[in-house]
């Protein structure tokens, strides 16, 4: 069973950027799933990467929008995501040296932070975006 479930709580009704998030979602679920299921460190490795790459990309388009469109709450959402991003790129260097597991806290930290960050961040900069169209 996956950890997030899309569902209306999740949209922002801006269809890129949910289709995004539900990539990102799929990308979380599979990395769950490849550590419940007891996948080889290699496996995990490379699914983490994907994570981690596939939420710059997506911080980065969402960066683009808010750019694009004077949003004004841009220079805090940015720090939210280099935050995150920093830590998602230190956990991923981390585990494929070796240095530490995913575990279920760390799970659970990923799963609230996204959850978190969409129905709050995202769905702020989707209403804004909204009411430029």
């Known amino acids: 069973m996956a950890m997030i479930t899309w569902d209306v709580r999740l949209e922002t009704r801006h269809p890129q950027i949910d289709e995004q998030h539900k990539a990102l979602i799929q990308a979380f679920n599979n990395l769950h799933l490849a550590m419940k299921q007891g996948k080889g460190k290699d496996e ?19 960066e683009d929008l808010m750019a694009r469109s004077g949003y004004p709450g841009a220079k805090e959402h940015r720090e939210i995501h280099a935050d995150f991003a920093g830590k998602a790129q230190a ?37 804004f975006l909204g009411g430029k169209a």
């Open 44 to 62: 995990v490795g490379r699914t983490l990467t994907f994570l981690t790459d596939y939420t710059k990309t997506h911080f980065r388009m969402e």
């Open 91 to 127: 956990l991923s260097d981390q585990f494929n040296e070796g240095k530490t597991l995913i575990t279920l806290p760390v799970m659970t930290f990923i799963e609230n932070w996204l959850v978190d960050h969409i129905q709050r961040e995202d769905f702020r900069l989707a209403q």
